[in-house]
């Protein structure tokens, strides 16, 4: 069955520190791969997005990693902040439909 | 430049009462998604449009109904409610699936089903 698994556990990071989040997924071929931040009580608010053919993408901050071998994503806050705290979520759009297929997410907490 | 907008922000629903969500965006987007948020599921995709006049299923769609009767706007119908469409219901709209777009979200709206 077709899977996207993101951790499951929340993630503690000590400020500063570099945060790292992964995305795993199964039996998709993903035509690009999506990062989103959610707050409490809020919509999602895309970051980031990575081709299938693109290795790592960075934005400030933030660094993307895509391996198609190994069917991952990591996902990377540098210099992390507690206004970093949020719940990340990662989403697959897949080749050849007009989908978009989300993880169930993972809580960062930036402890100060 | 308001982005996504949905109607009502928060719905309380007696079991087997209909109603209507509305979603609009001002962005001039061809595709535009309803998607429902529980704990411990994700964001899991209803149905969604990918222009005017069309309308596909998604993930979860049944128990919904939607129309998109104009480019700017998708309502998302519940028929006949029921506890289990209790949710965080959020709509949001891209561009295109040609481009590699990004899905600008709206604020969502809380409903449950008693």
């Known amino acids: 069955s077709q899977k996207i698994e993101q951790n499951s556990e929340a993630l503690n990071i000590q400020e500063g520190k570099t945060a790292t989040l992964t995305c795993n997924y199964t039996n998709y071929s993903p035509a690009y791969l999506q990062w989103y931040r959610q707050d409490p009580g809020r919509g999602p608010v895309f970051l980031l997005l990575i081709r299938e053919n693109e290795k790592e993408k960075r934005k400030e901050r933030l660094k993307v990693t895509f391996d198609t071998t190994l069917k991952q994503s990591l996902f990377h806050i540098t210099a992390s902040q507690p206004a970093d705290s949020a719940t990340y979520l990662c989403a697959l759009r897949l080749n050849r439909d007009d989908k978009i297929i989300f993880g169930k997410g993972t809580r960062l907490h930036i402890l100060p | 430049n308001a982005g996504v907008t949905q109607t009502p922000k928060f719905r309380v629903l007696k079991t087997g009462q209909s109603m209507t969500l509305l979603c609009a965006q001002d962005?001039?987007?061809?595709?535009m998604y309803w998607y429902r948020q529980d704990p411990g599921m994700g964001l899991r995709l209803i149905h969604y449009?990918?222009?005017?006049?069309?309308?596909a299923k998604g993930e979860v769609p049944d128990g919904y109904n939607v129309s998109r009767l104009k480019k700017q706007n998708f309502l998302l119908g519940l028929e006949s409610a029921a506890p289990s469409q209790t949710s965080v219901y959020f709509c949001?709209?891209?561009?295109?699936?040609?481009?590699?777009?990004?899905?600008?979200f709206g604020p969502g709206t809380r409903l449950t089903v008693l």
């Open positions: 449009s990918v222009g005017e006049g069309t309308t």
């Open positions: 949001a709209s891209s561009y295109s699936r040609r481009s590699y777009n990004e899905q600008f």
């Open positions: 962005m001039n987007h061809e595709y």
